[in-house]
C-alpha cells in the first residue's frame, strides 16, 4: 500500500509503498477515505510534541473516516463493509491515517454519520473528541448555564459551541474580529477576544462570571479564563493547560479547573471504550442535525499532504484541513 512516512523529525513527508498491515485481535482493517489534519500532526512532524511519543520513522495521521475491509478475532459490532470513523493513530506507536490502509483497535471507532460524506466525517474525531470530554464529561455541561468558548471559530472551538448548544446552554465566544460571523452563525455571543475580560464578564454575566468556561487557545488565554468563571461554581476546561499558570484568580472565585488530554486513550490502552462511546454521540448529532464540521474546501491527494500540512501552519485554513487518500 501507500504511505506517507516521516522519516525524520523536520524532514519531508514522502510517499511510500509499505506492507499493508493485517488486523490483530481486537483489531479492524481500515480501508482509509480521508484523513483529517490537526495541528498537533504539524506539531509531530516538527519534532515539537514529545507528548505524542512518535519515533520515525512513522506515518502520522490522527483522525480517519473509511470503510472496514477486514475483522480480526473478538471484534463485534463492526463488519466488513461498514463505514467508521475515529481518532485511532499517529501518535505513540499506533500507524497513522496518512495510508491506503489502516488496522486500529476497534474500541476507537464508530459508525460515521450518514448525514456527511466520509471526507467531512474525518475532520471530526479529535475535536470532537476533545471538546466532549472538557464539557460533558468534566464540566457537566447542561441546560440554563452560561458558557464561554474561546477560540470559538477554531477546531475543537467550533464544535464546543454546538455541544454545549445540543444541551441547552447558552454559548458565547471569543475570538479574532474577522471570524466572529463564524461564531455568530455558530449559534454563540461574538466576543472580540481583545476585550478586557472585566468588560464582557460584566456585560454578559451581570459580573457573576460565567458557569463554565472552555479555553482552547491556551497560555495568557487560560489566565484570562480564571478571571472569567463564576463566583463559587464556575468550572474552568483547558485543552491546552501545559503552561506555568498562577490559579490564584481562580481560587479567589472558589472555581474549579480540568485539564483535557485526548491522546491518554490511545497512548496507554486505557479508556478506548469510551472515545468509541463520544464518537457514537456525535454521529447522533450530526445525524440529528445539531452539529456540522467547518472544513476547508482546498482538496489534498496523499500525495499532497506535505502542502496539506503548510495549508494548516500558514494559517490560511477555513475550516479543517481534510486529506483524500481513497
Known amino acids: 500500500m501507500r504511505a506517507v512516512v516521516l522519516e525524520k523529525f523536520g524532514g519531508p513527508l514522502e510517499i ?35 507528548h505524542a511519543r512518535v519515533q520515525p520513522p512513522a506515518i502520522l495521521g490522527l483522525d480517519l473516516a473509511g470503510v472496514i475491509e477486514e475483522i480480526g478475532e473478538g471484534v463485534t459490532g463492526f ?16 500507524q497513522g491515517s496518512l ?15 450518514t448525514r456527511l460524506d466520509l471526507r467531512r466525517a474525518a475532520a471530526l474525531p479529535l475535536v470532537s473528541i476533545t471538546a ?6 468534566r464540566a457537566k455541561v447542561h441546560a440554563g ?10 477546531g475543537v472551538g467550533h464544535i464546543a459551541i454546538q455541544i454545549a448548544r445540543s444541551r441547552g446552554a447558552e454559548v458565547f465566544a471569543t475570538d479574532a474580529p474577522e471570524r466572529l460571523t463564524t461564531v455568530e452563525e455558530l449559534g454563540a455571543a461574538p466576543i472580540d477576544f481583545t476585550r478586557p475580560v472585566d468588560d464582557y464578564v ?3 454575566t451581570g459580573g457573576e462570571g460565567f458557569d463554565i468556561v472552555y479555553d482552547t487557545v491556551g497560555g495568557a488565554v487560560l489566565d484570562d479564563s480564571f478571571s472569567a468563571a463564576k463566583i463559587h461554581t464556575g468550572h474552568v476546561v483547558s485543552s491546552l493547560g501545559w503552561g506555568t499558570h498562577s490559579i490564584a484568580p481562580l481560587s479567589f472565585r472558589g472555581g ?40 476547508d474546501p482546498r482538496r489534498f491527494t496523499l500525495a499532497e499532504a506535505a502542502a496539506a500540512h503548510t495549508a494548516l501552519t500558514d494559517r490560511s485554513a477555513n475550516g479543517k484541513i481534510v486529506v483524500d487518500v481513497h
Open 99 to 113: 495510508a491506503e490502509y489502516v488496522t486500529v483497535d476497534a474500541r476507537l471507532l464508530a459508525p460515521a454519520p
Open 202 to 204: 460584566a456585560e454578559h
Open 16 to 50: 511510500r509503498e509499505v506492507a499493508r498491515p493485517l488486523p490483530g485481535t481486537g483489531q479492524a482493517l481500515v480501508r482509509v477515505a480521508s484523513s483529517g489534519v490537526n495541528p498537533l500532526d504539524t506539531k509531530i512532524s516538527a519534532g515539537q510534541a514529545a
Open 145 to 154: 448555564q452560561k458558557v464561554l468558548v474561546h477560540g470559538g471559530a477554531g
Open 79 to 94: 463488519a466488513p463493509g461498514v463505514a467508521v470513523y475515529g481518532l485511532t493513530g499517529g501518535v505513540g506507536d499506533l
Open 132 to 137: 466532549w470530554e472538557g464539557l460533558v464529561d
Open 256 to 295: 474549579t479547573y480540568s485539564g483535557v488530554f485526548s491522546l491518554l486513550p490511545m497512548l496507554t490502552g486505557r479508556g478506548r471504550d469510551h472515545h468509541g462511546e463520544i464518537l457514537r454521540e456525535i454521529t447522533t448529532l450530526v445525524d440529528g442535525g445539531k452539529l456540522t464540521p467547518l472544513v
